[in-house]
């Protein structure tokens, strides 16, 4: 489990300016679904987010994908700011 949130935070981190500022949790999984939520500074929103969503889009993938080839629960990620 830990392995995902891990790679989650790799990813974000790869993506903001102010990658030290990035921090990825579990909040709650249910039997199906994993739940993390990743938090980024305000000013980082736009760069994880993209035009159109695409950068999130593309984590989301990334990471159910990776989550598929290792214990094939969905990923449920939520994007927020401080």
Same mark, same amino acid.
């Given at each position: 489990? #830990?392995s /995902? /949130? &891990?790679y989650?935070?790799?990813l974000v981190?790869?993506?903001?300016?102010?990658s030290?500022m990035? !921090?990825?949790?579990e909040? %709650?999984? *249910? &039997? *199906?679904?994993i +739940?993390l *939520?990743v938090?980024v500074? *305000?000013? #980082?929103? %736009?760069a994880?987010? %993209?035009k !159109? %969503?695409?950068?999130? @889009?593309?984590?989301?993938?990334?990471v159910?994908?990776? =989550?598929y080839?290792h #214990?094939? @629960?969905?990923? @449920? /990620? +939520?994007i927020d =700011?401080?």
């Open positions: 489990m #830990d /995902i /949130i &891990e989650t935070l790799f981190k790869s993506v903001a300016k102010d030290d990035v !921090s990825v949790k909040i %709650g999984s *249910e &039997e *199906e679904f +739940n *939520e938090l500074k *305000e000013s #980082d929103m %736009g994880v987010i %993209g !159109s %969503g695409s950068t999130a @889009k593309a984590i989301r993938t990334l159910q994908a990776y =989550s080839l #214990d094939k @629960k969905k990923v @449920k /990620i +939520n =700011s401080f």
